[in-house]
């Protein structure tokens, strides 16, 4: 097991949103005053800039316990996160991550398991789990070939004779060195100009689906970010690293997300609000799926309600 304390400050914040796109007025230094009944009573750090911190962590981690190489000989494709958001993060505060030791099973395929926690000396943060497997843990169906040629629609729109909206991005350089330099890891470790070399890290390009998930939200209901914000409550990931690899600078990138119906069997644990799920994609040019996510969130309102109600 390994612990190590860490902090953000109110710039690694800034980096990361603005290299994201990310315009969620949760993050704004001054915007999130104007969240109605914001019980956070400041700015937070973003989900997917605490899944870097995490992916940078177990990069370290695997490299220190020689497990790459039984990732490399095990052709283990995927990389996986499941991260269950427990509480907000704001800046300055100190908190630590922990590493439990890597459980390796092999029935019915070889995967690499290690429980992760994130907590401040007062609350936990998040829990959850990084697998490497053979195989994508999260939405291994989707079907790419049913789609029409997405080069020819318009970027924010729906996709046709399916339920995705699309949002199209582009990768570029500068903004993966500055988001990770934002989630307090070593951009250097990833990219070396003089020596050509440049390793994509498997968080960035699944963290542009905040703002398509954002521009979604706007477009398609009008939704009042002031009132009403929405917050995280999970994260299930699967990124292929066969195709990180081929992943270069000015490529682009097609996100789909597909808003599932609300069931009431599909709640907030141990409370009766309903999650908003959705179901994320990453796609390349030549359509190979590179990130698939299954996110989970809730309106804040929700949860406030939520603590009123016991408050009575």
Same mark, same amino acid.
């Given at each position: 097991?390994?612990?190590?304390?860490?902090?953000?400050?109110?710039?690694? $914040?800034?980096?990361?949103?603005?290299?994201?796109?990310?315009?969620?007025?949760?993050?704004?230094?001054?915007?999130?005053?104007? $969240?109605?009944?914001?019980?956070?009573?400041?700015?937070?750090?973003?989900?997917?800039?605490?899944?870097?911190?995490?992916?940078?962590?177990?990069?370290?981690?695997?490299?220190?316990?020689?497990?790459?190489?039984?990732?490399? %000989?095990?052709?283990?494709?995927?990389?996986?996160?499941?991260?269950?958001?427990?509480?907000?993060?704001?800046?300055?505060?100190?908190?630590?991550?922990?590493?439990?030791?890597?459980?390796?099973?092999?029935?019915?395929?070889?995967?690499?398991?290690?429980?992760?926690?994130?907590?401040? +000396?007062?609350?936990?943060?998040?829990?959850?789990?990084?697998?490497?497997?053979?195989?994508?843990?999260?939405?291994?169906?989707?079907?790419?070939?049913?789609?029409?040629?997405?080069?020819?629609?318009?970027?924010?729109?729906?996709?046709?004779?399916?339920?995705?909206?699309?949002?199209?991005?582009?990768?570029?350089?500068? @903004?993966?060195?500055?988001?990770?330099?934002?989630?307090?890891?070593?951009?250097?470790?990833?990219?070396?100009?003089?020596?050509?070399?440049?390793?994509?890290?498997?968080?960035?390009?699944?963290?542009?689906?905040?703002?398509?998930?954002?521009?979604?939200?706007? $477009?398609?209901?009008?939704?009042?970010?002031?009132? @009403? +914000?929405?917050?995280?409550?999970?994260?299930?990931?699967?990124?292929?690293?066969?195709?990180?690899?081929?992943?270069?600078?000015?490529?682009?990138?097609?996100?789909?997300?597909?808003? =599932?119906?609300?069931?009431?069997? @599909?709640?907030?644990?141990?409370?009766?609000? *309903?999650?908003?799920?959705?179901?994320?994609?990453?796609?390349?040019?030549?359509?190979?799926? =590179?990130?698939?996510?299954?996110?989970?969130?809730?309106?804040? *309102? %929700?949860?406030?309600? @939520?603590?009123?109600?016991?408050?009575?």
């Amino acid at each position: 097991m390994t612990t190590q304390v860490f902090s953000f400050d109110q710039i690694h $914040i800034e980096v990361a949103r603005h290299a994201s796109d990310d315009f969620n007025l949760f993050h704004d230094k001054h915007k999130w005053l104007q $969240i109605t009944h914001n019980p956070f009573k400041g700015p937070i750090v973003l989900g997917f800039q605490l899944n870097t911190l995490i992916e940078y962590q177990m990069r370290l981690y695997r490299e220190a316990h020689h497990e790459i190489q039984i990732i490399n %000989e095990n052709q283990l494709q995927f990389s996986n996160y499941q991260i269950i958001f427990i509480n907000a993060l704001r800046p300055r505060q100190e908190f630590s991550l922990e590493i439990k030791k890597t459980l390796i099973t092999t029935i019915p395929d070889l995967i690499l398991t290690n429980r992760v926690t994130l907590k401040t +000396p007062e609350k936990t943060v998040l829990l959850g789990y990084k697998k490497e497997t053979k195989h994508p843990l999260f939405l291994p169906d989707i079907d790419v070939d049913a789609l029409p040629d997405l080069d020819t629609l318009p970027d924010k729109s729906q996709v046709p004779g399916s339920e995705f909206f699309l949002k199209r991005k582009w990768i570029h350089n500068g @903004n993966v060195k500055n988001f990770l330099s934002g989630s307090l890891a070593e951009q250097s470790d990833y990219f070396d100009e003089l020596a050509d070399y440049a390793r994509y890290p498997e968080i960035f390009p699944c963290s542009l689906t905040s703002g398509a998930l954002l521009e979604k939200a706007q $477009i398609e209901e009008n939704w009042d970010f002031k009132r @009403n +914000p929405m917050v995280y409550t999970s994260h299930d990931i699967s990124i292929d690293r066969f195709l990180l690899r081929k992943l270069k600078n000015n490529d682009i990138l097609h996100i789909l997300v597909k808003q =599932l119906p609300e069931h009431p069997n @599909n709640t907030l644990n141990h409370t009766d609000i *309903q999650l908003r799920t959705y179901e994320c994609y990453g796609l390349m040019a030549d359509r190979g799926v =590179l990130f698939r996510i299954k996110l989970n969130l809730v309106p804040l *309102q %929700e949860i406030l309600k @939520n603590l009123s109600s016991k408050l009575i």
